[in-house]
């Protein structure tokens, strides 16, 4: 690694905890407020929105300084139109989850800007060329193949942060255990692409520059604009020069599975999937449960850092089969979880049980 990567690393942690708090008081500027409501807004005082303005704009600025005055981010398989199209669809969602934040947009737009962004990912040329065959080689993907997996896969990553932001500090500790997973893989022998561990390096700094202001008791929220962000910038990492999807998926296996389970009980229950709003994700049941904001982010921290270990330690086919432990134990626990919460939710009242 050379000498000088700290400094850009550095750059967007202290750049982030500075603008963070001049987003937080656009936010106010601007009425972008989130107040609490006794249901899935749990949070003792209004909150301003726009946090993770400070996280983007640190990060497209040290990264764009970085890319003027070296080749390190370019000297590899990641190209200029990678980047076009990457800041192209941080583009979309920021601009995107600001008009979301101040004026309560309809889901069905916000959805649609995720579309936008992980499309424009794609025509930049980010896509899974190949996939790792677990017992060796590799897949190779046909052109169309490769670009709808990546979108597909761009797609998913975004949302699965967008429905984690729910307790203070969460998605964006586990996007920069990612991002920090992802570049540690990247420097490996077995693969070393600095430059995508350069990138994922800025970003973790970027995300924990931030953190500062966004831990329990939060002083910022993250906002529309920086939930998705950050799970599209993790889907991008891992796939925009050679898959790590397994990495990425180890480290968000149970926010993962988190969505997928509440995807499948909204669509049996004959509901939008993506419009319906619940207390069923698992951190929320957490919080139910009596558990402490930062206790919940701790909890999934430790879990998601020792799953992400294992793609540093583990060979291909180990990978695969600690990916399938981690879902069926997984599942089974957030099944249970959803059991106790059901069972607490009824309470006795003058002798009477309600719900």
Same mark, same amino acid.
Request: glycine letters at 10%; one cysteine or more; proline letters at 4%.
């Given at each position: 690694?050379?000498?000088?990567?700290?400094?850009?690393?550095?750059?967007? !942690?202290?750049?982030?905890?500075?603008? *963070?708090?001049?987003?937080?008081?656009?936010?106010?500027?601007?009425?972008?407020?989130?107040?609490?409501?006794?249901?899935?807004?749990? =949070?003792?005082?209004? *909150?301003?929105?726009?946090?993770? $303005?400070?996280?983007?704009?640190?990060?497209?600025?040290?990264?764009?300084?970085?890319?003027?005055?070296?080749?390190?981010?370019?000297?590899?398989?990641?190209?200029?139109? =990678? !980047?076009?199209?990457?800041?192209?669809?941080?583009?979309?969602?920021?601009?995107?989850?600001?008009?979301?934040?101040?004026?309560?947009?309809?889901?069905?737009?916000?959805?649609? !800007?995720?579309?936008?962004?992980?499309?424009?990912?794609?025509?930049?040329?980010?896509?899974?060329?190949?996939?790792?065959?677990?017992?060796?080689?590799?897949?190779?993907?046909?052109?169309?193949?490769?670009?709808?997996?990546?979108?597909?896969?761009?797609? &998913?990553? *975004?949302?699965?942060?967008?429905?984690?932001?729910?307790? @203070?500090? $969460?998605? &964006?500790?586990?996007?920069?255990?990612?991002?920090?997973?992802?570049?540690?893989?990247?420097?490996?022998?077995?693969?070393f692409q600095s430059d995508v561990a350069l990138l994922s390096l800025i970003f973790a700094g970027a995300i924990l520059g931030f953190i500062l202001w966004n831990w329990y008791p939060a002083h910022v929220f993250l906002g529309e604009s920086g939930s998705t962000v950050l799970g599209f910038t993790v889907g991008v990492?891992?796939?925009?020069?050679?898959?790590?999807?397994?990495?990425?998926?180890?480290? !968000?296996?149970?926010?993962?599975?988190?969505?997928?389970?509440?995807?499948?009980?909204?669509?049996?229950?004959?509901?939008?999937?993506?419009?319906?709003?619940?207390?069923?994700?698992?951190?929320?049941?957490? /919080?139910?449960?009596? $558990?402490?904001?930062?206790?919940?982010?701790?909890?999934?921290?430790?879990?998601?850092?020792?799953?992400?270990?294992?793609?540093?330690?583990? @060979? /291909?086919?180990?990978?695969?089969?600690?990916?399938?432990?981690?879902?069926?134990?997984?599942?089974?626990?957030?099944?249970?979880?959803? /059991?106790?919460?059901?069972?607490?939710?009824?309470? *006795?009242?003058?002798? /009477? &049980?309600? $719900?």
């Amino acid at each position: 690694m050379p000498i000088w990567w700290p400094f850009p690393v550095l750059a967007a !942690f202290l750049f982030a905890a500075w603008f *963070t708090p001049v987003a937080r008081w656009l936010a106010i500027r601007f009425g972008a407020i989130d107040c609490p409501d006794g249901d899935r807004h749990l =949070h003792k005082v209004p *909150t301003p929105l726009f946090g993770g $303005l400070g996280m983007i704009v640190s990060f497209f600025l040290v990264t764009s300084i970085v890319l003027a005055t070296s080749n390190a981010l370019t000297s590899g398989a990641i190209t200029v139109w =990678h !980047f076009v199209g990457f800041f192209g669809g941080m583009g979309v969602l920021t601009v995107g989850g600001i008009f979301d934040d101040r004026y309560k947009l309809s889901a069905k737009y916000l959805l649609g !800007f995720i579309v936008i962004a992980s499309v424009l990912a794609v025509l930049g040329g980010i896509d899974v060329a190949k996939m790792t065959n677990p017992f060796g080689g590799a897949f190779v993907l046909p052109s169309i193949l490769a670009s709808v997996v990546a979108l597909v896969w761009i797609f &998913s990553m *975004t949302i699965t942060t967008k429905l984690l932001d729910g307790v @203070e500090g $969460l998605a &964006s500790s586990v996007s920069a255990i990612a991002a920090l997973m992802i570049a540690a893989l990247a420097l490996t022998p077995t693969y070393f692409q600095s430059d995508v561990a350069l990138l994922s390096l800025i970003f973790a700094g970027a995300i924990l520059g931030f953190i500062l202001w966004n831990w329990y008791p939060a002083h910022v929220f993250l906002g529309e604009s920086g939930s998705t962000v950050l799970g599209f910038t993790v889907g991008v990492l891992s796939v925009i020069a050679g898959s790590k999807m397994a990495t990425a998926l180890l480290v !968000f296996g149970i926010p993962a599975i988190d969505v997928a389970l509440v995807v499948v009980r909204r669509v049996w229950a004959g509901k939008n999937p993506f419009t319906t709003a619940d207390r069923r994700h698992a951190h929320l049941m957490l /919080r139910d449960a009596g $558990l402490a904001p930062w206790m919940v982010t701790v909890i999934y921290g430790t879990v998601v850092t020792m799953f992400g270990i294992t793609t540093l330690v583990f @060979e /291909r086919w180990q990978k695969v089969i600690v990916l399938a432990v981690l879902t069926v134990f997984s599942a089974i626990g957030i099944v249970l979880l959803a /059991r106790h919460t059901a069972k607490n939710a009824v309470k *006795t009242l003058d002798g /009477r &049980s309600v $719900l």
